[in-house]
């Protein structure tokens, strides 16, 4: 049973356009969410967080927007740029400290 | 930033033998540690939770035989893969988590092909 699904295997943007990059899940008790990045034969690298009690957060570039109701999260990149281009993973915690992990979304970024 | 260390990056080992991966927190303590382990265009699948100074607890399918977790100290989680078959190559990535904190620092990983 998978928790947490990003349906998207990839996803292709233009450089300096926006990138939005979705995940699902279906346990209602996950009450922190996370973005991670993560090159091949690298481990992720957190990007950023977003508490259930809040439907959005931002820092930078990224912007995590989370709605509840339809426990759905989506990951905002603006502007893209070439160096994003990377494999992006969501992950969902219930206040327990493991995650759970959604199948990942690659995203390019084309010049 | 809080930094996590996995060592070796990438092993090849024979059929039967048993490797040995280490993760360590370098500037914060880690009373937990977790294990992961990615296939190919797949997700982490989380293989174990370690607790500084106790067992382990496995994930369901997880034989705790085989993959021997020890979390010897706050700053440091081994993974014991033995008895290794072709089967177990894959991409293991350890995770820890600062006291107080839901963020989880992730290790380079570790890319185990058993020849």
């Known amino acids: 049973d998978q928790q947490v699904k990003q349906n998207s295997p990839s996803l292709s943007v233009q450089e300096g356009r926006i990138s939005i990059l979705n995940c699902d899940y279906t346990?209602?008790?996950?009450?922190?969410f996370l973005w991670y990045k993560k090159y091949p034969a690298e481990g992720p690298t957190f990007l950023i967080s977003?508490?259930?009690?809040?439907d959005k957060n931002e820092d930078g570039r990224f912007t995590v927007f989370l709605n509840k109701s339809a426990k759905h999260l989506s990951l905002h990149i603006v502007p893209s740029q070439p160096g994003d281009s990377a494999v992006y993973f969501c992950a969902a915690s219930d206040g327990a400290q493991k995650l759970v992990f959604g199948q990942g979304t690659r995203l390019t970024i084309n010049p | 930033g809080a930094v996590v260390s996995q060592h070796p990056s990438w092993v090849i080992c024979k059929s039967g033998t048993s490797v040995k991966i280490e993760c360590r927190s370098l500037?914060?303590?880690?009373?937990?540690m977790f294990w992961y382990r990615q296939f190919p265009k797949q997700s982490l699948m989380l293989m174990a939770t370690?607790?500084?100074?106790?067992?382990?607890?496995?994930e369901q399918g997880v034989e705790k035989d085989k993959f021997l977790i020890n979390h010897a100290s706050l700053t440091l989680s081994t993974l014991t893969v033995t008895s290794a078959h072709p089967e177990d190559s894959s991409f293991y990535i350890c995770?820890?988590?600062?006291?107080?904190?839901?963020?989880?620092?992730f290790g380079q990983g570790t890319r185990l092909t058993v020849v």
């Open positions: 370690s607790n500084e100074g106790s067992k382990a607890t496995y």
């Open positions: 346990n209602s008790m996950f009450d922190y």
């Open positions: 500037d914060f303590q880690a009373t937990t």
């Open positions: 995770s820890a988590r600062k006291q107080g904190s839901t963020e989880a620092f």
């Open positions: 977003i508490s259930s009690i809040k």
